[in-house]
């Protein structure tokens, strides 16, 4: 939560896409964590870790680099939230709107999008496909800075609730609050399994549904 992948809303995430019946593949960049908390304490620590061998953990090893992922070989990709995306995928919980997001997530977002494939985006991760790509419309919940953030970035943000996706339609954008509101592990998993869900409908409604989700 504090310094990778929110834990829980990728596990819920992977199980709504395999219930979906579709496969799925699990992507993180090789580059090491901005930095590590001990998440019993909450404070930082001296460790230093790498983000694709951390995520390895939540994959059960079955991961590769973010730099091998083809938007060819998938018909969608979805990003869950944690503070992992805001200092390593990108640099928004140091820099806010003036964030830089890592050029090969910053790559993908834009091949997925070029080609007119689903993005899904959990928790803080709108900001990130917010930064990249422009005119949305999306949610992180009700946080006021955030929502600010978003809207400075040339976004529109939707205020949502628990388990609600916002679809914006022409992007093909999906996006849900999670744990950017104060949710249960409940609610988590319908936000995960509503989103995935929302993006299977985007895949099918453009014919697709031939190849697995990233």
């Avoid at 628990?162 to 992007?171: C, L």
Wanted: glycine share 8%.
């Amino acid at each position: 939560m504090y310094d990778g992948a929110e834990i829980q809303e990728s596990v819920f995430t992977l199980w709504a896409i395999a219930n979906a019946g579709f496969d799925y593949e699990i992507f993180a960049p090789d580059i090491n964590q901005y930095h590590v908390v001990n998440h019993l304490t909450g404070k930082e620590t001296t460790e230093t870790r790498n983000v694709l061998c951390e995520a390895a953990r939540i994959a059960r090893g079955k991961i590769k680099p973010a730099t091998a992922l083809r938007s060819a070989d998938f018909e969608a990709v979805i990003f869950p939230g944690g503070f992992g995306v805001a200092k390593n995928l990108c640099s928004y919980a140091l820099d806010g709107v003036e964030c830089k997001v890592n050029p090969v997530i910053e790559k993908i977002i834009h091949t997925f999008h070029a080609k007119e494939k689903p993005i899904g985006a959990l928790c803080i991760a709108p900001v990130l496909i917010a930064r990249v790509l422009n005119n949305l419309k999306i949610t992180i919940g009700n946080d006021p800075d955030t929502i600010l953030a978003i809207e400075e970035m040339g976004s529109k943000h939707i205020k949502s609730t628990h388990g609600q996706v916002i679809i914006d339609h022409r992007h093909k954008i999906a996006s849900t609050p999670c744990y950017m509101l104060d949710a249960n592990i409940l609610e988590v998993a319908q936000g995960a399994t509503n989103i995935v869900n929302a993006v299977v409908k985007l895949i099918r409604e453009s014919g697709g549904e031939e190849q697995p989700i990233a």
